[in-house]
């Protein structure tokens, strides 16, 4: 007689065998070693809750000193590549493959090691399709997560970073898996339940806080001149025109900029109320002073950020709050936003090539893409009008029939020519490629795909490339705005004068900007501790950004 | 330490009146941008001193493209460099030229 029913036989001998350590629900932080060779098998699929920002660091250590000759070969599915120990389990054999989408911090060593062969790939995913893959062919047998305290029957409550946990949890727990979490505490009653009991197996209070990254804290005082004239091209040649209200920031310097120039430029543009109203964008502590000045209506958070605890909580006009005061993220939920109901989303990157490709890939570092191949695409699904998105559709084809055609989102990347030690931004040929050819991928791991690219930002101009009519003409745009790169000192002269004449390129003084308004004087915020000022003291900036 | 000094033809004067006017700063990355209204209407001249060596090629093309988009005539660079990229240097010129126009 067939059997229909293995699945959910062999997960209840998995929480048998891990209740040998319990009590309860409840594992000692020492024991946790322990229950994961209790519970996790060989070949196993193990989430390793690895956000962007919060990390299941515990029980990442207890993973790597578990027995190899009982736990081996695992496959790896997790967002986030961020701790040491998430590469460890590959050096000791603990794990075989990887399937990430994020690698920040570790993009050096993952690169090492791919070469090295000591990391068999699976796939660099956007977080969407990593979190979509969970549900259909990569779906974890035990998942590893963070929570900030739970109760005696396994209610979580995850605090301001849920991030990629629910999504995590229900890949799990309705198919068959185990889950276990760590929490910073045992408490009777958790301030709110972002996980109920029945999805959780095992609880480990560990011995401290779960490791929080502040990724999105970007200093004022670290901003250049260069970029606040990106930062203005940026305002007034899209955000303007186009009338942006619903939008992604990336984290670099150059958005920070331009939150920092909202209240200040923005207002003298007269966009207050017109752009930047609407958010899929984590707490970032450089869009205070907007908020404060009534810029922006509301922002739905992928993740938190450390210090805006509270000034989340009195802000919750702004923010989703729980019942307990506190900021409710979820990745998968923002990502859709961002996804569906932005019309544009701007960021930077490492390298662009001369049809508008883009990557964060070097030949050293495999940072892996986040959420920006997914923020920066066209959703080929969406139906909903909107002006900036139905004025992009039309600038890209202008003869299609008005009621038929598709809008565009904006994908606009911004960035100074020569990056960090005068790395030129635009190149001929992508590391991705090499690196690709290197591997043997089957696919180069682009960021940005060109045909979804509609603008280039540089303090050199803005290139609108929904305007360009051939690859040559997409070529030239790009070289017209790549200021003294090799990329940009091979233009045709002639050919960007008329694709300048059209409006294709328009540097700032076609947009009327003053290149004495490119000071510092202008952000306003110029500093961490003017940030805090701006938020009445209810920001609390990380140690590291304190210098006074 | 490479000095060097760039003599172009403008298409017009530069706006303003004022004599003199100085931006930016000497510092690693950035630079200093003295300039006087003291040559011919219709030249320009720029002086460099520069820490980078070797850039010869990259501060023509700089000061040349803003020569045409600024037309800076009657006026003389003076620059203290201590490394600049060239679009911060872009910047600096475009900036000293409209200082220039500013009342005192």
């Excluded at chain 1, 120990?85 to 090492?112: C, M, N, W």
């Excluded at chain 1, 990157?349 to 893409?369: E, M, P, Y």
């Excluded at chain 2, 941008?33 to 002086?47: A, S, T």
Aim: charged fraction near 25%; include cysteine.
């Amino acid at each position: 007689m067939a059997t229909w029913q293995l699945e959910r036989e062999a997960r209840d001998a998995r929480v048998q065998a891990g209740s040998a350590v319990a009590k309860g629900k409840i594992v000692e932080a020492r024991d946790a070693t322990r229950l994961l060779e209790a519970i996790v098998r060989p070949g196993d699929r193990v989430c390793l809750e690895g956000d962007n920002q919060k990390q299941a660091d515990l029980l990442s250590a207890a993973l790597l000193s578990v027995d190899v000759a009982k736990v081996n070969n695992l496959h790896m599915v997790q967002s986030g590549v961020v701790l040491p120990e998430h590469l460890d389990v590959f050096e000791r054999g603990v794990a075989k493959k990887l399937d990430f989408a994020y690698s920040g911090p570790q993009s050096a060593r993952i690169a090492t090691m791919l070469f090295g062969g000591k990391i068999e790939l699976g796939a660099v995913h956007t977080y969407l399709e990593l979190f979509a893959r969970y549900f259909i062919d990569l779906t974890p047998n035990v998942a590893l997560v963070a929570a900030v305290s739970a109760d005696r029957d396994g209610n979580l409550y995850t605090g301001p970073n849920t991030e990629d946990t629910p999504t995590v949890v229900e890949a799990t727990a309705f198919k068959d898996g185990v889950v276990v979490a760590q929490v910073n505490q045992i408490v009777d009653k958790v301030p709110r339940v972002d996980i109920p009991a029945d999805r959780v197996h095992f609880i480990v209070e560990a011995d401290k806080r779960f490791f929080v990254e502040p990724l999105f804290t970007r200093d004022p005082a670290a901003i250049t001149e260069g970029q606040i004239l990106t930062a203005m091209l940026a305002i007034k040649g899209i955000y303007g025109p186009y009338g942006v209200q619903r939008l992604n920031h990336g984290i670099g310097f150059s958005t920070a900029a331009i939150e920092l120039l909202l209240p200040t430029y923005g207002e003298k543009l007269g966009l207050k109320g017109k752009v930047a109203t609407h958010f899929a964008l984590n707490p970032h502590p450089a869009l205070i002073p907007a908020i404060e000045s009534g810029w922006v209506k509301q922002i739905h958070s992928f993740g938190s950020e450390v210090g805006m605890e509270n000034y989340i909580r009195a802000r919750s006009d702004i923010y989703f709050t729980g019942a307990d005061g506190s900021l409710r993220s979820n990745r998968a939920y923002c990502q859709t936003a961002g996804l569906y109901a932005c019309d544009m989303f701007i960021g930077s990157t490492l390298q662009i090539d001369l049809q508008g490709n883009s990557s964060t890939v070097t030949t050293s570092r495999i940072a892996g893409f986040g959420g920006a191949p997914n923020m920066g695409a066209d959703a080929r699904g969406r139906r909903h009008p909107s002006e900036p998105w139905l004025k992009a559709g039309q600038e890209a084809d202008p003869d299609g029939h008005v009621l038929l055609r598709r809008g565009r989102k904006l994908v606009v990347q911004i960035g100074e020519t020569f990056g960090d030690k005068n790395v030129p931004l635009f190149v001929e040929k992508l590391d991705a490629l090499e690196l690709a050819e290197k591997l043997n991928l089957d696919l180069a791991p682009v960021m940005i795909y060109g045909d979804d690219v509609t603008h280039i930002v540089t303090e050199e101009g803005i290139a609108n490339l929904l305007l360009c009519r051939s690859s040559d003409e997409r070529e030239q745009a790009i070289r017209g705005i790549a200021g003294y790169t090799d990329v940009g000192r091979g233009r045709d002269l002639g050919q960007v004068q008329r694709l300048r004449e059209r409006g294709v390129i328009r540097r700032p003084e076609d947009l009327g900007i003053n290149p004495l308004d490119a000071d510092r004087s202008i952000l306003a915020a110029r500093s961490i501790k003017d940030i805090v000022h701006w938020s009445g003291g209810l920001y609390e900036p990380p140690s590291k950004f304190r210098n006074w | 330490m490479e000095d060097f000094s760039l003599r172009h033809d403008a298409r017009q004067p530069a706006g303003g009146a004022r004599k003199m006017a100085i931006v930016g700063v000497v510092a690693s990355g950035n630079l200093e941008v003295l300039v006087e209204r003291v040559v011919p209407e219709r030249e320009c001249l720029v002086e460099i001193r520069t820490t980078a060596e070797g850039f010869g090629a990259v501060w023509n093309a700089v000061v040349a493209d803003f020569v045409d988009r600024y037309s800076p005539g009657g006026l003389k660079f003076s620059i203290n460099d201590g490394g600049a990229r060239p679009d911060t240097v872009s910047l600096r010129l475009a900036q000293a030229v409209r200082l220039m126009e500013v009342e005192q």
